[in-house]
């Protein structure tokens, strides 16, 4: 089993920098993917940002792509969501997520998942 707890989500403004983090905890959580979901209002949820702990590439929506990068610290089993020049349509809960594979990841799976951190963007 994995345990996750997002901090970070605040209320900032268009052009800001924000970074959520993600508290990993378990005894098999360095067998998954890792990674990042967003859900706005009245919005389905979205794939943002995924990586593993040890080698591959990260993967991102076309969304956040070259503003948001997502950091994995095996050092202390934290995973990080760096968002730079956010816009109002990044408003959302920002869920911290795992997955067996990437695939599950981007295609809007997960085994577990946190109880998410609001960002607010405001123009």
């Known amino acids: 089993q994995v345990q996750l707890v997002e901090s970070g989500g605040r209320l900032v403004q268009a052009g800001d920098s924000l970074r959520l983090s993600c508290a990993v905890s378990?005894?098999?959580?360095?067998?998954?993917?890792m990674g990042w979901f967003r859900q706005a209002p009245g919005k389905e949820r979205e794939f943002v940002a995924a990586?593993?702990?040890?080698?591959?590439?990260?993967s991102y929506a076309r969304a956040v792509e070259g503003r948001f990068t997502i950091y994995l610290y095996g050092a202390n089993n934290t995973v990080a969501l760096q968002m730079n020049s956010l816009k109002p349509e990044d408003t959302a809960v920002y869920y911290c997520a795992a997955a067996l594979n990437l695939l599950t990841m981007t295609s809007g799976g997960d085994n577990y998942r946190g109880q998410g951190t609001q960002v607010t963007v405001s123009s």
């Open positions: 990586g593993r702990w040890v080698g591959g590439t990260p």
């Open positions: 378990g005894p098999t959580f360095s067998r998954y993917v």
